[in-house]
């Protein structure tokens, strides 16, 4: 067949209609020339509607995809309620505003939360899956901050090197502080449970039910799921093992410094019921709120003037953590009783589990406490009752240099080193998958030893890290046992030394430092 000039005129006709139409498609979807091309999963349906989402390299990634309602308004202080679905596509291109809390920027701009919203339950996923139902294995984090602070998109949990290693990775926001962990009289009265408080942790239990729900669709297998976390993160990941109501949302964990003592001097602690209710009232008279009405008038308020209210245990030294404002409450309902009891007694749920602490823990957080010996005696005596002469034996002092060395000690080998051997060995009895470590690298050039959160470097390998080659091939070993350990339970495999399975007899652990090293007597 020829063509003439008719011919052309009509297949011309017809191109510019085909590309009106997919025009319109584009205006209808939210396409950009930065997002959807044709590698990825491009848009994904779950559960509350459509997303799309940025193409990074061999990784879709989807951020601040609502998981829950906005608790803001009659909503504050409740259990989070379902997300409103949405017509068309929502575009999953940025973080969502972190959950409102004081910034630090002595911290410095790693840990910057960036903008924040009362408006904050949302989720990001970075994901390999060419295809929905691909079932690769998933890495959900959950991210510390003494309770108070924290937010998915701090630069440090950007989770593009993990998902490299093939696997999904999820984050995602939580509130904290005040409005996370706030328990009130009023509020429990309210509560058909009868009880207040642990918002966050119900936050997490929400995204974590969104994941099971919808992860599929971005190539995630909702039956393989590790939650892993570092220091608040991982003291919230021990919880949720504890209690019953969160099995079923996760496969497995990983826990990175974390704590479980509910006294003594720990920064994550636990407090009773009628503990956090009498905090949460006194702290609502504080801001003038007495009486029936003390609840509802501050929920009136602007959720940043609750936050800048709250007590700073930063301007004082690492032990006023102890009475941190706002944490964890045992309510009988959602924490039925101390987590510490429940693992004594093995009736945690027994998923396998990786777990350890870093060597110099306190270097940070009990840097200057400027005690005198008489102060420290003070200390062990409140800290630790009949047990402050055995303490003192192990932990001497005569001068504020060892005061202050002795202090940073126990702060890393009572409040993490001891908490993760003792949950390790209660687990252990019911899963032989549960592995010990001891993270002991140095940092070149850090003065503060293998300190609190420097794991975190290696886990997350953040692109603004400039590692030198031995650090990077540390962080390569140890981002492989952690996705190996997602991906069959078992951290072994790809290094020279075989990780093994923790029990209280032998006591064996993996030092995590330059190479490798199996050790015993944590």
Not at 260 to 277: D, L, Q
Not at 470 to 480: E, F, I, K, N, Q
């Amino acid at each position: 067949m020829g063509y003439n000039d008719g011919n052309i005129a009509e297949i011309r006709k017809l191109g510019l209609l085909l590309c009106a139409i997919f025009a319109g498609l584009c205006l209808l979807v939210g396409c950009t020339a930065a997002e959807n091309t044709q590698k990825g999963l491009g848009i994904v349906k779950t559960g509350d509607g459509y997303v799309s989402g940025l193409n990074q390299s061999k990784l879709s990634v989807y951020l601040g995809i609502p998981y829950a309602a906005p608790p803001t308004g009659d909503l504050r202080w409740r259990p989070p309620e379902a997300a409103k679905p949405w017509e068309g596509v929502y575009k999953a291109v940025k973080f969502g505003p972190s959950c409102p809390q004081a910034y630090v920027k002595e911290f410095g701009s790693e840990w910057d939360p960036g903008n924040m919203s009362e408006d904050c339950l949302t989720i990001n996923i970075w994901t390999p899956a060419d295809k929905s139902g691909e079932k690769l294995p998933v890495m959900a984090f959950i991210y510390g901050g003494a309770f108070m602070r924290g937010s998915s998109a701090i630069p440090m949990y950007n989770g593009t090197a993990l998902a490299n290693k093939g696997v999904v990775v999820v984050t995602f926001n939580y509130r904290v502080g005040v409005l996370g962990y706030l328990a009130h009289p009023l509020l429990s009265k309210e509560s058909p449970n009868n009880a207040s408080g642990n918002y966050a942790l119900l936050d997490q239990q929400a995204a974590l039910r969104w994941v099971q729900k919808n992860i599929a669709a971005f190539g995630g297998d909702p039956d393989h799921v590790t939650i892993f976390g570092e220091s608040a993160g991982a003291a919230n990941i021990i919880t949720q093992l504890a209690i019953p109501q969160s099995k079923g949302l996760y496969s497995q964990a990983i826990v990175e410094s974390g704590g479980i003592w509910t006294n003594g001097p720990t920064i994550i602690g636990y407090r009773t019921k009628a503990g956090a209710e009498e905090y949460g009232q006194k702290f609502a008279e504080s801001l003038g709120y007495f009486g029936p009405d003390a609840i509802r008038k501050m929920r009136n308020i602007s959720a940043f003037e609750l936050v800048n209210r709250t007590p700073n245990v930063w301007d004082s030294t690492f032990w006023g953590f102890h009475d941190v404002a706002f944490k964890t409450t045992i309510d009988g309902w959602l924490v039925p009783e101390e987590p510490q009891e429940i693992f004594r007694q093995g009736r945690q749920n027994p998923v396998p589990l990786m777990i350890g602490s870093n060597a110099d823990e306190g270097t940070v957080l009990a840097a200057n406490t400027n005690m005198t010996a008489e102060d420290y005696w003070k200390f062990l005596r409140d800290n630790f009752g009949e047990d402050a002469y055995q303490t003192l034996a192990r932990y001497p002092a005569k001068n504020k240099e060892e005061v202050q060395y002795r202090m940073e000690r126990i702060a890393t080998e009572i409040n993490f080193a001891l908490a993760s051997r003792f949950i390790a060995g209660s687990m252990s009895n019911l899963n032989q998958s549960t592995y010990l470590y001891k993270f002991t690298y140095v940092l070149p050039g850090q003065p503060m030893g293998a300190y609190h959160t420097s794991e975190l470097y290696f886990v997350f390998r953040p692109s603004y890290w400039k590692a030198d080659s031995t650090s990077a091939a540390v962080s390569d070993y140890v981002m492989d046992m952690w996705t190996r350990f997602a991906k069959t339970g078992s951290p072994n495999g790809g290094i020279n030394v075989t990780w093994p399975q923790y029990s209280n007899e032998k006591d064996q652990y993996l030092d995590i430092g330059e190479t490798p090293v199996v050790k015993a007597g944590y």
